[in-house]
């Protein structure tokens, strides 16, 4: 027997509405198919299974908030016998009344003999309670975002560093091979410096991972958590998995997609619990540099700022040229900044070889 526990989706989250069971006793899942909805501070999330079995028990009712760690179903391995539920005593008219009212009367407590649900019984639970006061969903994630990072600036020794990066190697690059490509299919620069982070952090597998009961753990993948903002306020970091193996296309798909079901509150658990680094760009809010706080358990976060025309010393001429500049927010118990600078001098390199993204 196997429990389904509600799992961690952030370091801002400590509890969980349930609004939505999407499987019931007796049903076969496979690992990663979608099972429950769940309501956190940031969005309703879907929640996956992460082993294959058969469903034999429902514990969370939709509705009941519950903290993180808290058992919601139980599972039984494949082949492994299953519990059949008694039903619970009631007489016919109490069933139709049941069915009349879509009142689950195997969740009624029976007041009748020997337990049996009654006439009353099903009434009484028929009767919704009086709804309670919607609660202030920006509120709420500004709270959650303020504790995170509150236990981000306590916990982790911070240090900060910053490069200037040409891009017109990069741009140049993208917009010849843009030329090619339907509007639709257009790659923009966002994914081009996700797959250069991405590709640089093989190289510095010690940004990549997390802290976690005193010593690093090294990231599975490289799990780009994408900073996107949402149109209520507030802000949201899910993961796009494996950014090292996308393709250029395939990444612009995988961000879009993103950034869309983000804002509308579609994402997934793993989406949300994946994330091996984070990377925030402002470059759109016209700031020229954003140094970032690490979002725990991860130790590294890169930010990039607007793209700015600025002299450049190439060949020894001086140009101008589209410049970015890019940050590292790391933690100095996983890394130091010899090692984060050695990062941001690769990835500066990474970028003036777009072929090769």
């Known amino acids: 027997m196997t429990d389904f526990k509600l799992p961690s989706l952030g370091a801002d989250m400590d509890q969980g509405k349930l609004l939505e069971w999407k499987v019931k006793p007796g049903d076969a899942v496979r690992r990663g198919q979608v099972v429950a909805l769940v309501d956190t501070s940031k969005a309703a999330v879907e929640l996956e299974i992460w082993h294959d079995g058969v469903v034999q028990e429902l514990i969370t009712k939709p509705g009941e908030t519950i903290p993180v760690g808290t058992v919601m179903a139980r599972l039984a391995a494949p082949g492994e016998a299953v519990a059949t539920a008694l039903r619970r005593p009631a007489s016919p008219a109490a069933r139709k009344r049941a069915h009349e009212l879509d009142v689950d009367i195997e969740k009624v407590a029976g007041t009748g003999p020997h337990g049996a649900v009654t006439l009353?019984?099903?009434?009484?639970?028929?009767?919704?309670?009086?709804?309670?006061?919607?609660?202030?969903?920006?509120?709420?994630?500004?709270?959650?975002?303020?504790?995170?990072?509150?236990r981000s600036k306590r916990e982790i020794p911070h240090y900060y560093l910053s490069e200037a990066i040409p891009l017109h190697r990069a741009l140049d690059h993208l917009a010849r091979a843009n030329a090619a490509r339907p509007v639709?299919?257009?790659?923009?620069?966002?994914a081009l410096q996700l797959k250069a982070v991405a590709l640089t952090l093989r190289q510095f597998p010690d940004l990549n991972g997390f802290w976690r009961d005193g010593a690093f753990r090294s990231g599975a993948g490289i799990h780009v958590g994408v900073a996107i903002s949402l149109r209520q306020g507030g802000l949201v970091a899910p993961a796009i998995h494996d950014v090292d193996r996308l393709g250029l296309e395939e990444l612009m798909r995988a961000l879009a997609d993103l950034v869309k079901r983000a804002r509308a509150g579609s994402l997934r658990s793993s989406e949300m619990s994946d994330p091996t680094i984070t990377v925030t760009a402002l470059g759109e809010q016209g700031v020229e540099a954003v140094f970032g706080v690490i979002y725990p358990p991860q130790?590294?976060?890169?930010?990039?700022?607007?793209?700015?025309?600025?002299?450049?010393?190439?060949?020894?001429?001086?140009r101008a040229a589209p410049v970015v500049t890019a940050t590292l927010s790391g933690d100095h118990r996983a890394s130091?900044?010899?090692?984060?600078?050695r990062f941001l001098a690769a990835l500066?390199?990474?970028l003036q070889r777009p072929e090769e993204l």
Request: overall charge neutral; glycine content about 10%.
């Open 120 to 150: 009353e019984d099903i009434d009484k639970a028929a009767v919704k309670p009086a709804a309670a006061a919607a609660p202030d969903r920006q509120a709420e994630m500004r709270k959650a975002i303020a504790a995170a990072m509150s």
């Open 184 to 190: 639709t299919g257009r790659v923009l620069i966002g």
């Open 299 to 318: 130790v590294a976060l890169v930010g990039f700022g607007r793209i700015a025309e600025r002299a450049l010393a190439e060949d020894g001429a001086l």
């Open 336 to 341: 130091d900044g010899h090692r984060g600078a």
């Open 348 to 350: 500066r390199e990474q």
